[in-house]
C-alpha cells in the first residue's frame, strides 16, 4: 500500500510544509525547515556478501553490532547495489544514474579523474539543499581532479567530493590495494612531508624501486594475481608510487582512523541535522585486521575482517547513542558489491571458507551477472519513525537514495542526470512492501533485469581469459545464449527457464532495450 506523501511527511515534520523554491538547476523543491529532519548515515562495506553477516544467516561469523541494527529496524532480504563492482555502484548511488550509462565508470584506476562532474546533483549535495552538514569519510574511488593532466597529489587535489555537495572529506583516494596509499582530507594528503613529494604511476615503474615481483619474497603478504606493482608496508598494490613516506597509510589501524573521523563528524554536526557517507575499506583486499581481531574467526584474514567492520558499526551506534541522537538518526548499512575470496593475495581465503557462504543462497559474487554480484546486505533502522524486527522482502536499490531521502525531506529530485533514481521511501522506511517494479543489475560483463520474480540476463559471450577482468573463481554469469530465472521458485539462479517461456524472455528484453534507450528508469 502506497501513503500519501503529504501525509507522511506531516506526520514526522510536527506540521511543517513544503516551500515552493525552486533549485535551480534541478527543479528541486526547497524542502521542510526545522529540527525534526532526520540525520542520516550511511556505513558503507567494500565486498560485503548477502551472507557474509550473521543476521543473513552467517553462522561462522558473529556481527552482533549489525544483528541488534537490524533487530531494531528494517532487514531487507531483496535489496540491491547497482553493480558488481565498486565505482560504479557508488557512481549511481551518489548520481542516481545507472552507471552503465555512463562510459569510464568502470573500476578507477588509483590516479582517475573525478568521474562525476562538479556541480552535478548528487545524494549529498541533495542533503545539502535540505539544509545538512554532509561528509564522507572512506573509501572513494570515483576519482579526483580535472583530468586535464596528472594529479600533483602534493598541491591542492580538487575538483573532488567538495565539488558534489560534500561540505567535509577524509578519503582512501581510490582501494587499499592501489596507490596512493596516503589519506587526503578536504583536498590535502594528510602528514605530507613536502620535502619527499608524492609520485604515482600506472604506466612505468620508477626506476630502481622494489616491486612485488623483485622483491616477492619480502613481502609481508603475498600475491596470487596483479598487485605486484608498489611495495607499500611490505605489501604489493596495484600502481607505482614513490615518495610520501610520513604520509603512508598504516593498513592495520585504518579501521580505527576511518571510524575515528567517522565518530568526530558527527560529534562536531551533533547540533545540526548531518548526512554521513562512511565507507569501509573492510572486507576488501588487502585485508589486515589489526591485532585485536586476528583469528577472532576460522576463516583467516577474511572473517577477521567483518568482525572488525561489525566492531566500526558499532563504534558509530555507541557514538550516535551518547550524544541522544539514535532515534532522530536514519542509520543504512549496506554494501557496495558482492563477495570475493581470492581477489589478488594470498590471504587464505579460499582455502580457510570452510562451510561458510559469502553470497548466502545466491548464485555468485563480485564482478558476476549473478546475484551474488548485486543481492547485498541492506539494513535500515530509525527508531522514531520505525517499529523494529521487521524484514521486508520489497525490491529496493540503492540508486533510488537520491531521490526517497531527498523527497523525505520535501524535495522532488526532478534532473536529467538522475532519473533512474526513484522516490521508493515508503519501501525504504517499511510502508511499502513490494518496492520497485523493476530494477537492472550491472555484472562486469553483461546486465541483467530483474522484474517481479523474473530475472533476464542478457547473453554474452565472452573469450576464454575473460576471468582477467572477472575472477577466475566467480562465474559470471554470462551466457551466450539468453537465461531467465524464476527467483522466487530458484533464488540461487540454476534453473535457466528462457527456452520453457520465450514470450517473457522477448518482454523483458524489450524492456531492458526501451529502459537503456529511454536513459532513465520508465
Ligand atoms: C580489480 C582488481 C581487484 C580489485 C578490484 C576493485 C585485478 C586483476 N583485480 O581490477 O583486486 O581491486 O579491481 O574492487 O587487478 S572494487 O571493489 O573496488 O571494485
Ligand atoms: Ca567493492
Not at 28 to 52: C, E, H, M, R
Not at 283 to 288: E, K, S, Y
Not at 402 to 413: I, P
Not at 477 to 502: F, H, V
Amino acid at each position: 500500500m502506497r501513503i500519501d506523501r503529504r501525509q507522511f511527511m506531516k506526520s514526522f515534520a510536527s506540521g511543517a510544509i513544503a516551500g515552493a523554491g525552486l533549485w535551480a538547476g534541478c527543479g528541486l523543491q526547497k524542502g521542510l525547515s526545522g529540527s525534526t529532519k532526520p540525520n542520516i548515515v550511511i556505513i558503507y562495506a567494500d565486498d560485503l556478501g548477502f551472507g557474509d553477516v550473521s543476521c543473513y544467516g552467517a553462522t561462522a561469523v558473529s556481527t552482533p553490532n549489525i544483528d541488534k541494527i537490524a533487530a531494531q529496524g528494517i532487514r531487507f532480504t531483496n535489496g540491491h547495489c547497482t553493480s558488481a563492482t565498486c565505482t560504479p555502484s557508488r557512481y549511481s548511488m551518489l548520481t542516481g544514474e545507472y552507471a552503465f550509462r555512463q562510459e569510464g565508470t568502470g573500476i578507477a584506476r588509483g590516479n582517475a579523474a573525478m568521474i562525476i562532474q562538479p556541480g552535478r546533483t548528487t545524494w549529498a549535495s541533495a542533503m545539502q539543499q535540505c539544509g545538512y552538514k554532509t561528509g564522507v569519510v572512506g573509501k572513494w574511488h570515483l576519482g579526483l581532479g580535472d583530468g586535464k593532466e596528472e594529479l600533483d597529489w602534493n598541491k591542492d587535489i580538487k575538483p573532488g567530493p567538495h565539488e558534489i555537495g560534500f561540505d567535509y572529506n577524509f578519503l582512501v583516494p581510490a582501494t587499499g590495494d592501489r596507490v596512493p596509499c596516503v589519506y587526503v582530507e578536504n583536498r590535502r594528503v594528510v602528514n605530507l612531508d613536502k620535502s619527499d613529494p608524492i609520485k604515482v604511476s600506472y604506466d612505468e615503474p620508477f626506476p630502481g624501486e622494489p616491486t612485488g615481483v623483485s622483491h616477492r619474497n619480502e613481502l609481508k603478504l603475498d600475491w596470487t594475481h596483479d598487485h605486484n606493482d608498489a611495495i607499500i608496508n611490505g605489501v604489493g598494490r596495484l600502481g607505482y608510487m614513490i615518495g610520501g613516506k610520513s604520509a603512508i597509510w598504516d593498513d592495520e589501524t585504518m579501521a580505527d582512523v576511518l571510524t575515528g573521523k567517522a565518530v568526530d563528524f558527527i560529534k562536531r554536526n551533533k547540533a545540526n541535522p548531518f548526512f554521513l557517507y562512511f565507507a569501509t575499506h573492510d572486507v576488501h583486499v588487502p585485508r589486515m585486521p589489526h591485532n585485536r581481531f586476528k583469528d577472532k574467526t576460522d576463516m583467516g584474514s577474511r572473517g577477521d575482517v567483518i568482525v572488525q567492520f561489525d566492531y566500526c558499526v558499532g563504534q558509530v551506534v555507541k557514538t550516535l547513542n551518547e550524544l541522544g541522537l539514535a532515534d532522530n538518526t536514519i542509520l543504512i548499512i549496506s554494501s557496495d558489491n558482492g563477495p570475493v575470496l581470492d581477489d589478488g593475495y594470498k590471504d587464505q581465503a579460499i582455502e580457510r571458507v570452510g562451510s561458510h557462504k559469502p553470497a548466502g543462497p545466491l548464485r555468485g559474487g563480485k564482478y558476476s551477472a549473478f546475484s551474488g554480484g548485486t543481492r547485498v546486505p541492506l539494513i535500515i533502522r530509525w527508531p522514531d519513525k520505525i517499529s523494529g524486527g521487521q524484514v521486508s522482502n520489497a525490491l529496493v536499490s540503492q540508486v533510488d537514495f537520491l531521490a526517497s531521502f531527498a523527497a523525505l525531506n520535501g524535495l522532488e529530485v526532478d534532473c536529467d542526470t538522475c532519473g533512474d533514481s526513484l522516490n521508493q521511501i515508503d519501501a525504504l522506511l517499511g510502508k511499502d512492501k513490494t518496492g520497485r517494479k523493476h530494477l537492472i543489475q550491472q555484472g562486469r560483463l553483461t546486465l541483467a533485469l530483474v522484474e517481479g520474480k523474473w530475472k533476464y540476463i542478457v547473453p554474452k559471450k565472452v573469450s576464454k581469459n575473460h576471468w582477467t577482468i572477472t575472477n577466475k573463481f566467480i562465474e559470471n554469469g554470462t551466457s551466450p545464449k539468453e537465461q531467465l530465472y524464476d527467483m522466487e521458485a530458484d533464488i540461487g539462479e540454476r534453473n535457466n527457464l528462457a527456452e520453457k517461456y520465450p514470450e517473457i524472455v522477448k518482454r523483458m528484453a524489450a524492456k531492458l532495450e526501451k529502459l537503456i534507450e529511454a536513459g532513465k528508469t520508465i
